[in-house]
């Protein structure tokens, strides 16, 4: 008897007030969240298909830029107008160079300066 009264009473603790079962609440729950996962799931789907698609379409405007720009580099060697000494003055150690060359250059000359002005004084000493 016992057991039949504990069974009662289970069977009543699964059923609302108003006489609903709580597991049919719950089926529906279970069945509601997982058509709104599908949605979100079929919404962010499609959201990274058009990703993809905005990705395919910039790597294609890439590509192309790249191939023009291999093929004026290639009609600038064919020209002789990039070569590898072209390339090299246009570098930054071609700047700096050039720089320690105009320095060595502007040094030489004030050595230059000096030692005409000191052979001219020599000169003059022994033309007097």
Do not use: I, W
Request: glycine share 6%; charged share 40%.
């Amino acid at each position: 008897m016992l057991l039949l009264v504990q069974a009662a009473g289970t069977n009543r603790g699964d059923q609302k007030e108003d006489g609903r079962p709580h597991r049919q609440d719950q089926r529906r729950g279970a069945a509601a969240a997982e058509a709104e996962d599908a949605k979100r799931l079929g919404a962010e789907t499609d959201e990274m298909k058009e990703q993809r698609k905005g990705l395919v379409q910039e790597e294609k405007e890439t590509l192309a830029k790249l191939k023009g720009l291999e093929e004026t580099e290639a009609k600038l060697q064919e020209e002789g107008v990039l070569t590898s000494a072209a390339l090299f003055l246009r570098s930054e150690e071609a700047a700096c160079a050039a720089k320690l060359f105009q320095e060595e250059n502007r040094n030489a000359k004030d050595l230059l300066e000096e030692l005409t002005e000191r052979q001219t004084e020599v000169q003059n000493t022994y033309h007097r």
